[in-house]
């Protein structure tokens, strides 16, 4: 599997960048941290804005940089695109204009993205005559992915590409984004401090901490984690699962989803059935039942479970999270108080009530 591999160790006043990761080039590979944590600094390294003084990366077979052999490949080499989160288009020129300039980044011979196929997957057509004052913030930046696209790059690279738009604009943008990945195949390296957006486009993720890699993996794998509490905000944790749209229940305003031959039961989506839908369970939103569990419950979603690994951690002196098999991974946040009574231990059957946050 042709995969990145980087290594880059940067020694700013007061704050240390030192990363090392492997990652497989496809789908969409997310960078995630707090302000500070060095998500961008990373981008700019793999771009070759940036130039660690002892710094390795390879993409697939070819080395971009190894300072150990005086090898630096300077960024129109790299055949990267790169959308910032300001759009950067010319203001003086039209749509159309700015889309050509990417165009005319690569070389005849190595374009393998068409002008056409750009304009439809981002909706461009209408946009074409227009000038870009004259554009929304979310139609500047379609106009910036379009045309970091069209110079057909290896590797498209987008540093928080929504943070400056307002939340109905970044749900206008998501979808084109999801496109991206079913339609075209070039591997995204995407950077956000916007949990929302992560866990609607990635699947595979590097969660950077004080300059560091805190985690890397596939994502389910990543929010499977017992120790994610000390890396993100609690209130984020949960199991991401990958679930199909079964029925609607529009008497109900529920939909049913279907995953490794469970069902859930959701808020209606508005989603075809067969449909794919990524649905998190945070944590904090599952109880634990010992034993039978009530037939009388609010609770629509009820998961027979197995106790795989037990986290206390010493800091919190309040919960205990509990991970959890349902033929994938589950989490569960529940009082020191109600593990003790229950007398929860590894291998033990439980059942995990819940309610679900759906993702589209």
């Known amino acids: 599997m042709n995969r990145l591999d980087a290594r880059f160790r940067i020694d700013y006043p007061g704050f240390r960048f030192d990363v090392t990761c492997t990652v497989p080039l496809e789908g969409t590979i997310a960078v995630f941290g707090s302000s500070g944590s060095g998500k961008t600094t990373l981008l700019r390294c793999i771009a070759g804005l ?26 129109e080499r790299r055949h990267v695109g790169v959308v910032f989160q300001e759009a950067r288009l010319f203001p003086h020129l039209t749509v159309t204009q700015n889309l050509k300039y990417g165009m005319k980044r690569s070389h005849p ?30 139609e500047q930046q379609r106009v910036a ?7 057909s790059p290896q590797l498209l690279l987008m540093d928080e590409p929504l943070a400056s738009l307002d939340q109905q604009r970044k749900k206008e943008i998501v979808p084109y984004l ?9 591997p995204v390296l995407y950077v956000s401090h916007d949990l929302h957006e992560i866990l609607q486009l990635a699947h595979h ?22 120790d994610l509490p000390e890396l993100v905000e609690s209130n984020v944790v949960g199991a991401i699962l990958e679930t199909r749209i079964a029925e609607h229940e529009p008497q109900f305003g529920l939909t049913r989803v ?12 508005a989603l075809p059935t067969g449909a794919p ?10 109880s634990l039942v010992a034993g039978v569990p009530p037939e009388t419950s609010s609770m629509l979603n009820t998961l027979e479970a197995t106790i795989v690994e037990v986290s206390e951690s010493p800091s919190d002196q309040y ?42």
């Open 178 to 186: 999801q496109r991206l990945n079913h339609e075209l195949r070039i």
């Open 258 to 269: 279907e995953f490794l031959g469970h069902s859930l039961f959701l808020p209606q989506q």
């Open 50 to 75: 940036t130039r660690a003084p002892s710094g390795f990366l390879q993409f697939a077979q070819e080395v971009w940089q190894d300072d150990a052999r005086g090898i630096f490949l300077p960024v």
């Open 109 to 138: 011979s190595r374009r393998r993205i068409a002008f056409d196929h750009v304009s439809e997957l981002l909706d461009l057509e209408p946009l074409f005559q227009r000038r870009v004052p004259h554009l929304s913030g979310g």
């Open 145 to 151: 992915i379009g045309r970091a696209l069209l110079t």
């Open 277 to 286: 839908l990524r649905v998190q369970i945070l944590s904090r939103d599952v």
């Open 319 to 360: 919960a205990v999270e509990v991970k959890l098999d349902v033929g994938c991974p589950l989490l569960a946040m529940i009082t020191r108080k109600s593990f003790q009574r229950l007398g929860l231990r590894p291998g033990q059957k439980v059942h995990a009530n819940f309610k679900a946050v759906a993702l589209s």
């Open 205 to 226: 993720m590097i969660l950077l901490k004080e300059g560091r890699v805190a985690a890397t993996g596939p994502i389910q794998e990543v929010f499977a984690r017992l």
